[in-house]
């Protein structure tokens, strides 16, 4: 069955590092490329961070580049955010959700149900 699980969030100070991990599995596709993304209540949702599904292709949204770095693990399925020199506006709910195809596309399939980090000041 279909799993898109995000993990790992919390509550940490600015300056401070967090290490996210979603379980994506797609067993009825052979490859998936898999997205991370972030949003405040009330305000747009952001796409973060893309993998595609050898590792070969990734991209950030320019608010985290150089602070983020997304990896994946598909013999364990699992995709990784490792979050570090957190900022309060890096404050959101972190879904993790795979798409269509192997390649980055935007084409989202599936989603989790988020995880809530918090980075006071």
């Known amino acids: 069955q279909v799993q898109v699980e995000e993990s790992g969030g919390g509550l940490v100070q600015a300056g401070e590092s967090l290490r996210l991990s979603c379980i994506a599995s797609?067993?009825?596709?052979?490859?998936?490329?898999v997205a991370w993304f972030r949003q405040v209540p009330g305000e747009e949702r952001e796409r973060v961070s893309c993998?595609?599904?050898?590792?070969?292709?990734?991209s950030y949204a320019e608010s985290v580049k150089g602070r983020f770095t997304i990896s994946r693990d598909n013999v364990k399925k699992t995709v990784y955010l490792q979050m570090d020199r957190l900022k309060p506006e890096d404050t959101a709910v972190y879904y993790c959700?795979?798409?269509?195809?192997?390649?980055?596309?935007?084409?989202?399939?599936?989603w989790g149900r988020g995880t809530q980090v918090t980075v006071s000041s």
């Open positions: 959700a795979t798409e269509m195809y192997g390649a980055c596309s935007g084409k989202v399939e599936y």
């Open positions: 797609v067993p009825s596709k052979g490859a998936y490329a």
């Open positions: 993998i595609s599904w050898s590792s070969s292709s990734v």
